[in-house]
């Protein structure tokens, strides 16, 4: 029998953790809440939840120290609740891994749907086989990489978008398309420099120079490419 997936919901504001509650419930999520940083820290610790809904303006330690908390030992998908105005907040929770944001004011319907398609990417690749491209190795049963004889740290998101890219060679794809297809939203929920923050991340991480990049390539005007 499957076993019944785990929300953990983090936000200050009892009113709102209620409703992103019982539209959690509804879908069919088993839902923990948390309602400052030291609690949401317990919780993750001792529930494991599959998913973190996580306010960015919570009691300290704010979201942000959470996120970066979790993410030192944890792969556990995260999708942040950011202030409209707050776009340095979207910006530094996707340089921390966060792997979504929802704006507030939000639709809880919006809400639960992200949750959804953030756990269906975060579901194990069906295709399994390595892509290696001279001194780069991708490997998605281990979901790791080795680049110049090195391992790589990967975040989920900055994976899924380096295997989806080198799964297309040479193929330009539009931030609108790598929003529809890696993230598997669009640029009516997400902000296309999403997808520029990933790419300026994942460039860091395994481009020799990322200033001068050799893997991941931009089409001016258009969007990105692998180059094999």
């Not at 910006?91 to 639960?112: H, M, T």
Request: glycine share 6%; aromatic share 6%.
């Amino acid at each position: 029998m499957e076993r019944t997936q785990r929300i953990l919901v983090v936000d200050d504001d009892p009113m709102v953790r209620d409703v992103v509650r019982r539209y959690l419930e509804e879908a069919g999520y088993a839902v923990t809440e948390a309602g400052d940083g030291v609690r949401a820290l317990s919780e993750v610790a001792e529930g494991e939840p599959d998913l973190i809904v996580l306010d960015v303006m919570i009691p300290g330690p704010d979201g942000l120290s959470v996120l970066r908390d979790v993410r030192r030992d944890r792969e556990v998908p995260v999708i942040l609740l950011t202030a409209r105005n707050e776009e340095i907040d979207r910006i530094s929770g996707l340089e921390f891994g966060a792997d979504d944001y929802v704006v507030k004011p939000f639709s809880p319907r919006e809400l639960v749907a992200r949750v959804r398609t953030v756990l269906r990417r975060a579901a194990p690749p069906t295709d399994t086989s390595p892509l290696e491209f001279g001194l780069l190795r991708i490997e998605p049963a281990r979901r790791t990489v080795t680049a110049d004889g090195r391992d790589v740290e990967l975040t989920r998101l900055e994976f899924d978008l380096l295997h989806f890219l080198a799964s297309s060679p040479q193929r330009v794809f539009s931030r609108s398309e790598l929003l529809e297809q890696v993230w598997d939203s669009s640029a009516e929920w997400q902000d296309p420099s999403t997808v520029t923050v990933h790419v300026r991340r994942l460039r860091a991480k395994i481009e020799p120079d990322p200033e001068s990049p050799r893997w991941i390539t931009t089409a001016w005007g258009v969007g990105y490419r692998f180059e094999p």
